[in-house]
C-alpha cells in the first residue's frame, strides 16, 4: 500500500483547501484516514473513512468543518477543509492500518494515536493572516 498526498499550501484563517490522498494497493478494503502533526507536538487524529465508505469519523475539533470523502475507482481519499483556523496548521498525512473500519485504538480521537501500517510524505497546511 502506497499513499501519496497533496493539496497544501497556505490560506488565510476562513478559508478552504482540499487534500487528496491518491492510494495505490488493495486500498479499497482498507479504512483510510487523515491525521496532522504540527511542529512540537504530538500526532492528532483528524479524519477517518471506513471500507465502501459506509462510516465517518472525526476529531472534535474538525466536526463541521471537514468532510472526508473516497473513491475506490480512482483511488484517491479526499479531505475538504472548511474555516480554516491558525490552529489547523500543521502537516497533514494519510494513512492506514490495514483495517476495515476506522477503530478507536489507532486512531485515538483525542487520546495518543495507535499504530498505523502506512503513511504518505505528509502536505503542508499552513493558515495565518
Known amino acids: 500500500v502506497q499513499l501519496v498526498e497533496s493539496g497544501g499550501g497556505s490560506v488565510q484563517p476562513g478559508g478552504s483547501l482540499r487534500l487528496s490522498c491518491v492510494v495505490s494497493g488493495l486500498t479499497e478494503h482498507y479504512a483510510i484516514g487523515w491525521f496532522r502533526q504540527a511542529p512540537g507536538k504530538e500526532r492528532e487524529a483528524v479524519a477517518c473513512?471506513?471500507?465502501?465508505?459506509?462510516?465517518?469519523h472525526y476529531a472534535d475539533s474538525v466536526k463541521g468543518r471537514f468532510t472526508i470523502s473516497r473513491d475506490d475507482v480512482g483511488k484517491t481519499v479526499s479531505l475538504q477543509m472548511n474555516s480554516l483556523k491558525s490552529e489547523d496548521t500543521a502537516v497533514y498525512y494519510c494513512?492506514?492500518?490495514?483495517?476495515?473500519?476506522?477503530?478507536?485504538?489507532?486512531w485515538g480521537w483525542g487520546s495518543t494515536m495507535g499504530r498505523l501500517d502506512a503513511w504518505g510524505q505528509g502536505t503542508l497546511v499552513t493558515v495565518s493572516s
Open positions: 494513512a492506514t492500518d490495514l483495517l476495515d473500519y476506522c477503530r478507536d485504538y489507532t
Open positions: 473513512i471506513s471500507m465502501g465508505g459506509s462510516s465517518t
